[in-house]
DNA sequence: ATGCCGGGCGAAGCCCGA
């Protein structure tokens, strides 16, 4: 059987549980990994997904951060937080093996630091997470199996995923010691699922609210679903759902998908 | 152009995002 998986930063769910409901019920996604929920566990609107078939795990966190996922299929093992990172203070990470029909795939929804100003403690708090990530997905890796590192990575790989390259040269999501580790991250053996289906620049999953930057079509493409080979060789297409961003009261970023056969 | 929106918190105005 077919199976989708797509990520999305929500910008707070509580604000925004409506809106992904909508797009659930037209999307179809099996497994959903969300970023920035922005609450705890205990205010998670978990009925609104209930009530149209999904399973939850969440790592909240009050006002800030927050990764949940979303699955039709049975979740279990759950990993909250990285292993490699036992004293993370911020909800940045949780996997989980989602229970298909006759196998089982992992599924982790991540976070990544944004690191601005790109020359002070977030950023090396940034280098410490992707440094940390590497380590935990070189084991993850091992195992051999369908995975998938879904999520709001704050990383523009390349010059044809952001609007005007030369403006974001010195930031802390486009520099080149962080589009380094990215890199570095691919290396292993994961295969950005996007990428893996289409070389057309400008395909971006954020838009900032400010300055019109939608209607400018002003973008950066960060949010990414990396996969392990064993999951890459059975993708059939992958897509960016970019009309949810002109929608009422959107979130910034929109959702990012990929279909399995 | 780092604060032009938008959200959290909490009840005004500050912190944060990318």
Not at 168 to 174: E, I, N, S, T
Request: glycine fraction near 6%; charged fraction near 25%; aromatic fraction near 10%.
């Amino acid at each position: 059987m077919a199976i989708k998986i797509a990520s999305w930063n929500v910008n707070s769910i509580k604000i925004r549980a409506e809106a992904v409901a909508d797009w659930l019920r037209e999307a179809q996604p099996d497994v959903v990994c969300l970023q920035e929920i922005k609450c705890q566990d205990s205010n998670f609107p978990r009925t609104i997904f209930e009530d149209i078939g999904y399973n939850l795990a969440i790592l909240g966190q009050k006002s800030y951060n927050g990764v949940a996922l979303l699955s039709k299929w049975p979740i279990s093992d759950v990993t909250a937080g990285l292993p490699t990172m036992k004293d993370d203070e911020q909800a940045r990470y949780l996997e989980a093996l989602i229970g298909l029909p006759g196998e089982a795939i992992r599924v982790a929804s991540i976070y990544l630091p944004n690191g601005n100003p790109p020359d002070g403690a977030k950023y090396d708090y940034k280098l410490e997470w992707l440094a940390a990530l590497q380590d935990h997905a070189r084991t993850l890796l091992t195992y051999e199996e369908t995975l998938i590192l879904g999520g709001d990575y704050n990383v523009i790989p390349e010059e044809a995923d952001v609007h005007n390259p030369a403006a974001w040269r010195g930031d802390a999501l486009f520099k080149i010691e962080t589009r380094q580790r990215f890199r570095r991250l691919l290396g292993l053996g994961l295969t950005d699922a996007f990428r893996l289906c289409s070389s057309e620049p400008g395909q971006y999953s954020f838009w900032d609210y400010q300055a019109g930057a939608w209607q400018k079509n002003l973008g950066i493409r960060i949010d990414h679903l990396l996969l392990s080979p064993e999951a890459a060789n059975r993708v059939q297409q992958s897509g960016i759902d970019k009309h949810v961003r002109g929608r009422e009261k959107p979130s910034d970023h929109v959702p990012v998908w990929a279909i399995l056969n």
